[in-house]
């Protein structure tokens, strides 16, 4: 996996080591995180059982814009916003709605907004900021790191924050010895929580 | 004469010489498929007249090619239907059994997954009892593996046939009492099987499945059925005429030892019962009609020689 810097997965069962190996690559792959994560490593022992994820994540700093997916024109106070990708069309249009209301936000046909607006506002439109990719960033991750898991590990844990993250999944209550194992794990990648 | 099953493959142009044929040697139709210009025809014909089929399909783009899993029905047993195991291995799987030939039918387990927390019903195993034979589909660890198989094999009484990531070797190791069948390196993953290696892996799954199924047909010959389960489901075709109301592919699903009849239990197990099988032998003599556990299906039973005193 070129573009994750560090990722392993332990295990003492080597064949299942190498088909997780592969199913995580998969998962992170489908579900397009390979963009997101920095560094993972997997801990897995299936005898006690349990299953550890813990990873540092890339810094996210693009916000879409109007302007990214579409193209504003102005001619007085009418904006006229000429969609070319469709993929955020339905976050502009609860956003604008939102703003000035659905009389205000004519759509002509599928890829054209027209707007009348003052001249500041009109200003403002291209600049919008519509989608903020890290706000499901980490909801998306750790639904990855859920399919990746065994699915009869249904008590788990995970957290999220700093660039940081963690999911620990077993059949059985986590004990405290769970949080030590998270701190190696972490030490292992040369990182600490 | 020695039925065998096939897979007849060609245009749609004039197949039904090909169905008449079948029929006139003494054969079987067990399914046919229509799809856009090509037809596939399962049957089970008489050893010596393949050729003559091949000859006479010929002049019409048709293929034979033998399916020894033609008339079975197979359960692929899937530890849940949750995204984990499905659609792959599982799908795949099943798929691919179809393809040779056999009516494959998924069980997807309620409570399957987890080491210790692994479960199966009574609905569920009283389903897979219904079935020619069961591929248990586990995952990649042979500690889990070797904990949960005594809970899910427990009142299973058709051969189970395993697989798993660990290699077969390892097994055959670890699961005591073994079960009929064992292949390797098909654990839990989580993209379409296209590699060759990957297929091969498939193809291995439906040798072992030949293996044990013949193994069970071999133990059948020594005791014959009172009637062929193909020959009863014709006579099903002739005598229930509401069989051909029916919308599913397969309204009779063919079994080594029996069959699988889909129309409700209530309204027709005693019609199915008084099918003449022969002049003055009805079906309830050499049969059990019995409620399935599938939907409100009808499951016949065929009573081996040794039971009924009948050959017909």
Redo the contacts between chains.
Sequence with gaps: MLSIEYFQVECY?E??RE??E??AE??LL?HNMLRVVHKLHIF?D??I?IFVATGVTKTIHSHITVNDFANVQIEGGKVTIAIGEETYLSELLRILWEKFGKDHVDQPDRFTIILNLTKEEAQKIADMVVVDPSENLYRDLIYALQ?IA?????VRRQYYGKERFYYIAS??TLTESADVLIREKFALMGESL | MILVPITYKGGVFRHDEIVDLIEDLGGYIIQKHMIAQEVVIQAIVPKDDIELIQKIGKPLTGDVTPSPLVGTEIAVVSMSLEIHHLPHASCDLAEYIRRSGAKSNMVGLSRGFGKRISQMNDEERDVINEHDCAVYLFGNFETCIEYKIPVLRRGITVPIIVCGAPSRERLIEIINPPVAGYVGHVGRFMHRTKESEEISVLDDVIAEVTRVLDEKREEIAKDPLSVSPARLMDLIHEQVQEIHEVTSPTPVTVQIAGLRVKLPYDFFAEKIRDIIVEEGILLRKIADILPSRMRDYILIRIHPFSESNLLL
């Excluded at chain 1, 065994?150 to 249904?154: A, V, Y």
């Design positions: 069962d064949t299942g088909y997780y592969q199913l998969v998962v489908d897995i299936p005898r059982p399919v065994p699915e009869g590990f249904k059949e059985n």
